[in-house]
């Protein structure tokens, strides 16, 4: 294959989540045809990124082997840009076949890195998902676990809910940087109903209210916003960022998604309302598409700087 096609490398280190399923589940209906790859060491599946900001062709690619002896050779010609490794947490020789790969994925120097718990085997310790966090931290791995449902049977409705298991593995693929990606024309002046919908994502149902019905409402007081809390704000929606990278404008909304997640429910909304019109301006959206919104930023802004 080409040198400037994206790949992936997919290994699977778990007894119950193979390779070829973490790409089959990436893929959905886009399965493509296998292809054999360095001396059938590796099974290839096209898969296309398709985002708002641009297009790629990437190689999924799963080993057939688990672990690497030491000096064992693997995969020499090839260039992996991304690696996700499946493990079970609950089994101590399944992680320890991780750690195996580290001195392989050290000489490829990958952009994403990412170890994927299957949630599957006895009920593991804390202890062992502790031992796992503390390695993945020191080797710049995400750690991303399959199974969340104590997160997901929370009563209150989070306005910055994170992505996990598969849905945060493509999400994270889609904001990396590939060889071949091409740039969408003029992304960050895109209009129409998908940039909306994005922009929007974090206000609650309740708060949509229609023209008519937000004219004649009143809106409800808005808490003041701390001072470093503005100054990320007026960041973000600067005209300056022309040449900023949108990995970089997601980094800042992580920071304000982990701010968030302290404050009560009520000023959550408020402070993702905002959010919300200071990410559609740093991507250049059009200020028709969020009037009516964000009516009170002058005063916070004045409490926010006494």
Same mark, same amino acid.
């Given at each position: 294959?080409?040198?400037?096609?994206?790949?992936?490398?997919?290994?699977?280190?778990?007894?119950?989540?193979?390779?070829?399923?973490?790409?089959?589940?990436?893929?959905?209906?886009?399965? &493509?045809?296998?292809?054999?790859?360095?001396? $059938?060491?590796?099974?290839?599946? @096209?898969?296309?990124?398709?985002?708002?900001?641009?297009?790629?062709?990437?190689?999924?690619?799963?080993?057939?082997?688990?672990?690497?002896?030491?000096?064992?050779?693997?995969?020499?010609?090839?260039?992996?840009? *991304?690696?996700?490794?499946?493990?079970?947490?609950?089994?101590?020789?399944?992680?320890?076949?991780? =750690?195996?790969?580290?001195?392989?994925?050290?000489?490829?120097?990958?952009?994403?890195?990412?170890?994927?718990? *299957?949630?599957? $085997?006895?009920?593991?310790?804390?202890?062992?998902?502790?031992?796992?966090?503390?390695?993945?931290?020191?080797?710049?791995?995400?750690?991303?676990?399959?199974?969340?449902?104590?997160? #997901?049977?929370?009563?209150?409705?989070?306005?910055? @809910?994170? =992505?996990?298991?598969?849905?945060?593995?493509?999400?994270?693929?889609?904001?990396?940087?590939?060889?071949?990606?091409?740039?969408?024309?003029?992304?960050?002046?895109?209009?129409?109903? #998908?940039?909306? @919908?994005?922009?929007?994502?974090?206000?609650?149902?309740?708060?949509?209210? *229609?023209?008519? @019905?937000?004219?004649?409402?009143?809106?409800?007081?808005?808490?003041?916003?701390?001072?470093?809390?503005?100054?990320?704000?007026? &960041?973000?929606?600067?005209?300056?960022?022309?040449?900023?990278?949108?990995?970089?404008?997601?980094?800042?909304?992580?920071?304000?998604?982990?701010?968030?997640?302290?404050?009560?429910?009520?000023?959550?909304?408020?402070?993702?309302?905002?959010?919300?019109?200071?990410?559609?301006?740093?991507? $250049?959206?059009?200020?028709?598409?969020?009037? $009516?919104?964000?009516?009170?930023?002058?005063?916070?802004?004045?409490?926010?700087?006494?």
């Amino acid at each position: 294959m080409a040198d400037n096609v994206g790949q992936v490398l997919v290994v699977s280190c778990s007894s119950f989540l193979s390779s070829e399923d973490i790409i089959r589940e990436m893929c959905k209906t886009e399965f &493509s045809s296998p292809k054999e790859l360095s001396n $059938g060491s590796l099974i290839a599946y @096209q898969w296309k990124i398709e985002n708002k900001y641009y297009t790629a062709d990437v190689q999924l690619c799963a080993s057939s082997v688990s672990s690497l002896p030491p000096q064992c050779e693997f995969a020499a010609n090839m260039n992996f840009q *991304s690696v996700i490794i499946a493990f079970d947490l609950s089994e101590k020789s399944s992680f320890h076949n991780v =750690k195996s790969w580290l001195s392989y994925v050290e000489t490829q120097d990958p952009s994403v890195l990412l170890l994927l718990d *299957s949630g599957k $085997g006895n009920s593991s310790k804390e202890s062992a998902k502790s031992e796992v966090v503390k390695w993945c931290l020191n080797n710049s791995f995400e750690f991303i676990e399959m199974n969340s449902e104590e997160e #997901e049977t929370e009563e209150e409705e989070d306005d910055f @809910q994170e =992505k996990t298991g598969i849905d945060r593995v493509v999400e994270a693929l889609q904001c990396a940087e590939w060889p071949n990606m091409k740039m969408r024309e003029n992304p960050r002046s895109h209009k129409g109903s #998908e940039g909306t @919908q994005q922009a929007k994502a974090v206000l609650s149902d309740d708060e949509k209210l *229609s023209s008519n @019905q937000a004219a004649a409402a009143e809106r409800p007081p808005v808490f003041p916003l701390p001072t470093d809390d503005l100054e990320l704000l007026s &960041s973000l929606a600067s005209d300056g960022n022309d040449n900023e990278s949108f990995e970089e404008l997601f980094q800042k909304l992580a920071v304000m998604k982990e701010r968030a997640s302290s404050l009560p429910a009520t000023e959550r909304k408020d402070y993702a309302e905002k959010v919300a019109i200071a990410f559609w301006r740093a991507l $250049g959206g059009s200020e028709e598409e969020i009037a $009516g919104l964000g009516e009170n930023d002058g005063d916070n802004s004045e409490d926010g700087e006494k």
